[in-house]
């Protein structure tokens, strides 16, 4: 942990000397989808629209 912690603090010094207003943050993020939608997968990136898909309200006739 404290090595982790130290080579941090060495990044934070080499972007503050760089550019001393550049943030790295990941803001939480609140993700609403209608029931409508299946196959619904968050990932760390967000949400990946491609892989929805229609449900449909009736069950498919055999």
Known sequence: EADRMLVWRQFEA???EDQPY???RVA??????KRDFGNVNTYKTGL???EF???S???AAN
Do not use: G, I, N
């Open 57 to 59: 309200a009736q069950p």
């Open 22 to 24: 550049t943030f790295v």
């Open 14 to 16: 080499c972007v503050a």
């Open 53 to 55: 898909f229609k449900v």
């Open 28 to 33: 939480p993020w609140l993700r609403l989808v």
């Open 48 to 50: 990946e629209p491609q």
